[in-house]
């Protein structure tokens, strides 16, 4: 397990617009077999119910092609669950990222390989790091909507600390 000292860990492997511009051909053929996603602001937009037919379609693709997706959120309600069985996938809420718990859990889940394994997320401080802390590949999104919970905008203001934007 890296440290919270280790500067990479505050580092995505790569970035994408919105989860739905993550290429699966870029995925199969680096060998990636499993892929964790975030929920809220990176497969749905944060409170918002709806999910959106682009990113819906992208999770079917991604099972069709074989890979084992899993939804992991720090989100404590049933919507994380809700959203999991409308896509067909397996979903883990309350997860504390970074801790490693809930993507420990994931893994488990979806029998893959750490190596083999990206998780997609908004948020340099729960996904990025909670990904690297385990070895895990990271891509690091756009949040889908700008509003975000309280704690969620706290973070995002170090995390323009941290990537060197200005706030
Ligand atoms: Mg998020």
Redesign the pocket.
């Known amino acids: 397990m890296r440290r919270a000292t280790d500067p990479h860990v505050f580092r995505p492997d790569s970035y994408a617009r919105r989860l739905s511009d993550v290429s699966l051909d870029e995925l199969a053929a680096a060998g990636f077999r499993g892929i964790i996603v975030?929920?809220?602001?990176?497969l749905i937009g944060?409170g918002q119910d709806h999910l959106a037919d682009v990113d819906a379609a992208w999770i079917a693709s991604a099972r069709e092609r074989g890979f084992g997706v899993c939804l992991v959120?720090?989100n404590f309600n049933g919507r994380v669950t809700r959203v999991g069985s409308q896509l067909g996938v397996p979903a883990i809420s309350s997860a504390l990222k970074p801790l490693p718990r809930g993507f420990s859990r994931a893994l488990a889940v979806l029998g893959t390989a750490k190596e083999r394994t990206v998780v997609v997320?908004?948020?340099l401080f729960?996904?990025v790091l909670g990904a690297k802390f385990l070895g895990l590949h990271a891509i690091l999104t756009e949040?889908i909507v700008a509003k975000d919970w309280l704690g969620?905008r706290v973070l995002r203001m170090l995390e323009r600390v941290v990537l060197g934007r200005r706030p």
């Open positions: 975030d929920l809220d602001n990176t944060y959120s720090n997320g908004d948020q729960t996904d949040p969620t």
